[in-house]
């Protein structure tokens, strides 16, 4: 990389940390091409990126941002992970670590909070946002179906009457 190259990399890094919300360090000594590509490929999917980055020139970046306490996890052959939904780079960085055992979670960012490698995990049990909003949504609508119901309820009980004393004046009649 030319000198060209590297600043607009940084811009580059830099707008993404000020975007994103959360940012997954990991270690990757030894990973293949393929396993790079199937990773990329899975966080893609989950809607986050995940780039290879000079540590000196991402220490450019962080410089002045909230994620600027990941500087002193970049140390070796590093690796950044970020999204806007949290819980989804964690996922699939824990699931990739998980089958890969040269592929190591070292840290992470959700905003100014600094998280380690089981703060990930943790993060990564929890539900997705998609998952959150679904589960909600059904709370919001369990009650109303609930309140149609009963109010519906005394109207069929009305009706059912109202048809049994109908079946016997028929009853007498005949």
Do not use: C
């Not at 109908?166 to 009853?171: G, K, L, M």
């Amino acid at each position: 990389m030319d000198r060209a190259q590297k600043r607009e990399f940084v811009d580059q890094l830099a707008a993404v940390f000020a975007e994103t919300s959360m940012v997954v360090v990991s270690r990757n000594d030894g990973l293949t091409v393929a396993d790079v590509t199937a990773l990329r490929v899975k966080m893609r999917e989950a809607g986050a990126q995940y780039k290879v980055a000079k540590n000196r020139l991402a220490h450019l970046a962080l410089e002045g941002t909230r994620f600027d306490g990941l500087k002193p996890m970049l140390k070796g052959p590093t690796a950044l992970a970020w999204s806007q939904d949290p819980v989804a780079v964690a996922k699939v960085a824990v699931e990739f670590a998980k089958t890969n055992e040269k592929f190591v979670l070292v840290g992470g960012a959700l905003g100014t909070q600094m998280l380690d490698a089981s703060g990930v995990k943790a993060l990564a049990e929890l539900p997705s946002l998609d998952q959150l909003r679904a589960s909600l949504l059904g709370l919001i609508q369990a009650p109303a179906t609930k309140v149609a119901g009963v109010l519906q309820a005394p109207a069929g009980q009305l009706a059912r009457v109202f048809a049994a004393y109908a079946r016997a004046d028929e009853a007498e009649a005949a």
